[in-house]
């Protein structure tokens, strides 16, 4: 299936903003569905939003509902996550996933998935 490579994670304080990145190649697919999830240490992967394949339905956890924004350009195969407002329970390693068949809150029912980029947030 897909290959997923994300990048924009780093470190900021607590206020600040990231854009993620998530690459897609070699799909066979033009349009697709995208989520993110999140990981802490200790916890288990977290939904934390997706977007349908026309870029029209979008849906949040509601700990990042209003701070963070998805969106998805189909023609460059690039799906972003807009984080603003950041605070220490942002803190995870953020993992791009693509081509779901269920539930998009459910990690299971994604298909595809990246290498993680690091997200930490100072106090």
């Known amino acids: 299936q897909a290959q997923l490579v994300e990048s924009g994670g780093g470190l900021v304080q607590t206020g600040g903003s990231l854009r993620l990145s998530c690459v897609r190649s070699?799909?066979?697919?033009?349009?697709?569905?995208m989520g993110w999830f999140r990981q802490a240490p200790g916890k288990e992967r977290e939904f934390v939003a997706g977007?349908?394949?026309?870029?029209?339905?979008?849906h949040y956890t509601n700990s990042v509902e209003g701070r963070f924004t998805i969106s998805k350009d189909n023609a460059e195969n690039t799906g972003y996550l807009q984080m603003n407002r950041l605070t220490p329970e942002d803190t995870a390693v953020y993992y791009c996933?693509?081509?779901?068949?269920?539930?998009?809150?459910?990690?299971?029912?994604?298909?595809?998935w990246g290498q993680g980029t690091q997200v930490t947030v100072s106090s």
């Open positions: 070699g799909g066979t697919s033009s349009t697709y569905e």
């Open positions: 977007i349908d394949r026309t870029n029209v339905i979008t």
């Open positions: 996933t693509a081509d779901a068949t269920g539930s998009w809150t459910a990690s299971s029912s994604w298909n595809d």
